[in-house]
């Protein structure tokens, strides 16, 4: 299964609101991830099974999706969210990446 | 506040073999499966291998299959990832990560190995 992610770079302001895709190459029901990564960091787990947000999380963060298309939506970007995002398709036999989104400050 | 601290990182030859490991605190260690993820310089992050938290079950990429092992020692609350005859295409940050439903629910903040002559 392939994970393909659009945009992979992202121009945008504080305060506006951001939609990152994930498309799988074939159904994969809401197995699916969020991590946000920063250079020199660890990554961190933002959303998993799709919609749900991992505790901590800022409630701006949002998933959404099941089957084939999800979306990653940041409601209103803050200045610690420019970073580069990743979803991961996950099962026991499978924990594939996209290729990542990079948000930048426009 | 839980921590993986990953080290064994550095500069090695092609062909040369390293042993990263990733030791593992504030949580109850071999309750967790672990995984290790890489990024290559300018790359995305690519899973590498993933092992049960008692052990006995573990999982490699196919394009590190046959050249690396994961492998853990619970006494010491440490995972371990041995690289063998090592590629120029290697050349990463080595990440742990522990699991959680398939998913990875914390991470370190890794260790660089270069691959180069």
């Known amino acids: 299964i392939q994970m393909t992610q659009s945009p992979s770079t992202l121009s945008a302001s504080v305060g506006d609101r951001v939609t990152i895709t994930c498309r799988a190459s074939?159904?994969?029901?809401?197995?699916l991830a969020w991590y946000q990564h920063k250079p020199g960091k660890a990554p961190k787990l933002l959303i998993y099974?799709?919609?749900s947000l991992e505790s901590g999380v800022p409630s701006r963060f949002s998933g959404s999706g099941s089957g084939t298309e999800f979306t990653l939506t940041i409601s209103s970007l803050q200045p610690d969210d420019f970073a580069t995002y990743y979803c991961?398709?996950?099962?026991?036999?499978?924990?594939?990446f996209g290729q990542g989104t990079k948000v930048e400050i426009k | 506040e839980e921590q993986l601290v990953e080290s064994g990182g550095g500069l090695v030859q092609p062909g040369e073999s390293v042993t990263l490991s990733c030791e593992a605190s504030k949580f109850t260690f071999e309750n967790y499966a672990m995984s290790w993820v890489r990024q290559a310089p300018g790359k995305g992050l690519e899973w590498v291998a993933t092992?049960?938290?008692?052990?006995?079950?573990?999982d490699l990429a196919d394009s590190v299959k046959g050249r690396f092992t994961v492998s853990r020692d619970n006494s010491r609350n440490t995972l371990y990832l041995q690289l063998n005859s090592l590629r120029v295409e290697d050349t990463a940050i080595y990440f742990c990560a522990r699991n959680w439903r398939y998913y990875q629910d914390f991470w370190g903040q890794g260790t660089l190995v270069t691959v180069s002559s």
């Open positions: 991961q398709h996950y099962n026991r036999d499978s924990k594939t």
């Open positions: 099974k799709a919609s």
């Open positions: 092992i049960s938290g008692s052990g006995d079950k573990s």
């Open positions: 074939q159904s994969i029901s809401t197995w």
